[in-house]
């Protein structure tokens, strides 16, 4: 069966730091795999999403992940936060042979000044 | 463009009391449509889901029922709350594998 495993609930940066959210997956096929984002009291955005195109995923808000499959991973970065990324963000992958989405539980991200 | 609806945004009910939430879409046809509630400090957790109008699947038993009158509509509804009913309920629909959902605002429902 599918899931996502999200390590960490929390992370913490500096502005201007490196953001570094973890996502490992388990699928018995190619998956299609997502990042969302979830900002207080608001419903989830779309923040990119590999679907066996190119292994380097551009999103939007100069978010980026990588689909490793020899580590059945699928991290998502961003070069430098900005305070406006403090939010949750959810990795998530299809279900097999529908579009359910199953998801991880979240990674709270905090930015500092 | 489409676009997804969901009302209202806040809503506090006592226990015992019915419960009716709507979810609809605009600019697409025959969507797929899900329920999701997300309770504080927890994950999402799919509630249901439909392929069609009066098609519901249901992900988890519960005190909550779902209905799709019209195409692009989406009901989840309750006889009577219970306190555990508190939540963050999201609607979201979706038309193919590997397109994504798009997500509503949510409804933030206590239950008191």
């Known amino acids: 069966a599918q899931s996502v495993t999200q390590l960490g609930s929390h992370v913490s940066v500096s502005e201007g730091a490196l953001v570094l959210l973890r996502c490992n997956y388990s699928?018995?096929?190619?998956?299609?795999l997502f990042w969302y984002v979830q900002y207080p009291n608001q419903g989830l955005q779309l923040l990119l999403k590999?679907?066996?195109?190119?292994?380097l995923v551009k999103g939007i808000n100069g978010f980026e992940a990588e689909f490793k499959k020899s580590e059945t991973s699928f991290h998502l970065t961003k070069p430098s936060a900005h305070m406006s990324d403090a939010a949750e963000y959810f990795c998530?992958?299809?279900?097999?042979?529908?579009?359910?989405?199953?998801f991880g539980t979240g990674t709270r991200l905090q930015v500092f000044p | 463009s489409q676009t997804i609806h969901q009302w209202p945004a806040t809503l506090v009910q006592p226990v015992g009391s019915p419960l009716s939430l709507e979810c609809t879409v605009e600019g697409t046809s025959n969507p797929n449509l899900y329920w999701y509630r997300q309770a504080a400090g927890r994950g999402l957790q799919l509630l249901f889901y439909?392929?069609?109008?009066?098609?519901i699947s249901s992900e988890v038993p519960q005190n909550l029922s779902a209905s799709r009158p019209q195409d692009r509509q989406f009901i989840l509804s309750s006889k009577k709350l219970l306190l555990s009913d508190s939540g963050f309920y999201l609607c979201?629909?979706?038309?193919?594998?590997?397109?994504?959902?798009?997500f509503g605002s949510g409804t933030r429902l206590t239950v008191v």
């Open positions: 590999y679907t066996s195109a190119a292994t």
């Open positions: 998530a992958v299809t279900k097999v042979n529908t579009d359910k989405l199953i």
């Open positions: 699928s018995s096929v190619p998956p299609y």
């Open positions: 979201a629909w979706s038309v193919t594998t590997g397109y994504g959902y798009t």
């Open positions: 439909s392929v069609g109008i009066g098609q």
